[in-house]
């Protein structure tokens, strides 16, 4: 059974919001949920992190349901330099393993 | 600017010739971990180090092994790399591990290995 389950792929054009959703339905109680994005190439790098509730940040939002099972990354006006795979982390007991991402693709 | 520093950035190695790749950090962070990654797939954890204690991935093959001589660098020796082997390979730090603990992983640019 996976960890994470997000969307295989998404198509957006600049401007618009984009919104991910990961589902993590066996998250532990004191696990927090990471995002990542990474470019062709490159490491992941960070992008927000959140426990329950909203967090945001200069570059997107995280919202987490009361639940916890799922959250929402929230990128507010993409751009073409938006397109990258985004990750969603959930340790579950220190196991560090990354689902299969979501690859985001922005278009003119 | 602290960082995560991979080398080399793409390395050759030939059929069943030890390779290591190298990684070192000015974060100062407890952990230290190693992925790998092939083409359009997700990073998948080998191993991990808290401090000294080595944490191996249960699906992690002999193949692989790690050093950390000290809290900076960490090594990733590739015994006898397999032409499957050819990856990019990825270390990331973090400050902390353990339940509760913030997670936010800290990633090198990564080092392409080729295995001809």
């Known amino acids: 059974l996976a960890k994470t389950t997000q969307p295989i792929s998404m198509d957006s054009y600049e401007g618009q919001e984009v919104n991910i959703t990961c589902s993590h339905n066996n998250i532990a109680t004191n696990d927090y949920i990471t995002w990542y994005q990474q470019f062709p190439s490159q490491g992941p790098r960070f992008i927000i992190q959140?426990?329950?509730t909203k967090v945001t940040n200069e570059v997107a939002s995280l919202f987490i349901p009361a639940d916890r099972k799922s959250s929402t990354l929230s990128l507010p006006r993409v751009s073409l330099s938006d397109t990258a795979v985004y990750y969603c982390?959930?340790?579950?007991?220190?196991?560090?393993?990354f689902g299969a991402g979501t690859r985001l693709t922005v278009k003119p | 600017d602290a960082m995560v520093i991979q080398n080399p950035r793409y390395q050759v190695t030939q059929f069943g010739k030890p390779v290591t790749l190298s990684c070192s950090q000015t974060?100062?962070?407890?952990?230290m971990y190693w992925y790998q990654q092939k083409s359009s797939q997700a990073p998948k954890l080998l191993f991990h180090y808290y401090d000294k204690d080595f944490n191996n991935e249960a699906d992690t093959p002999d193949n692989f092994q790690s050093r950390r001589p000290n809290t900076s660098f960490c090594f990733l020796d590739i015994r006898s790399p397999g032409l499957g082997d050819a990856a990019m390979y990825l270390c990331a730090t973090s400050r902390d591990h353990g339940k509760g603990s913030s997670y936010e992983q800290y990633f090198g640019p990564g080092t392409r290995l080729t295995v001809t």
């Open positions: 974060l100062n962070h407890n952990v």
């Open positions: 982390l959930v340790p579950n007991n220190n196991d560090m393993r």
């Open positions: 959140g426990y329950k």
